[in-house]
């Protein structure tokens, strides 16, 4: 076998295998999509910014309820926030999950 050929078939093992790191995050992402509420406030993430009280209103859930769950995804880098005076508003933060949660939608929406 030759050098360029051994690398190659190298290259095609590690990425088979997925590091510590690596599966730690992915559980973590479907952990954070397991949840229907967090799923339900991911999903008005998408539409538009919002604040913890128009997330509670707009969703019907207690502040402290919607507070828990932003800091999960936060904490996941799913939501990111801005301050506008005592006002946090959040919105989604990584663009490939709110792709694979939209697809998931749309996928039980045509089943």
């Given at each position: ?54 997330i ?19 904490n ?7 301050r ?28």
């Amino acid at each position: 076998m030759s050098k360029e050929e051994d690398k190659k078939k190298q290259d095609e093992q590690e990425r088979a295998e997925l590091d510590e790191e690596t599966l730690f995050v992915v559980s973590q992402t479907f952990k954070a999509l397991s949840d229907p509420t967090r799923i339900r406030i991911l999903h008005l993430l998408c539409e538009q910014e919002m604040s913890v009280n128009q997330i509670a209103d707009t969703l019907d859930l207690r502040q402290s309820t919607v507070s828990h769950q932003l800091r999960f995804l936060k904490n996941l880098r799913l939501v990111k926030y801005r301050r506008a005076g005592t006002t946090l508003y959040y919105s989604h933060d990584d663009e490939h999950v709110i792709d694979l949660l939209q697809q998931t939608i749309n996928h039980a929406l045509h089943h």
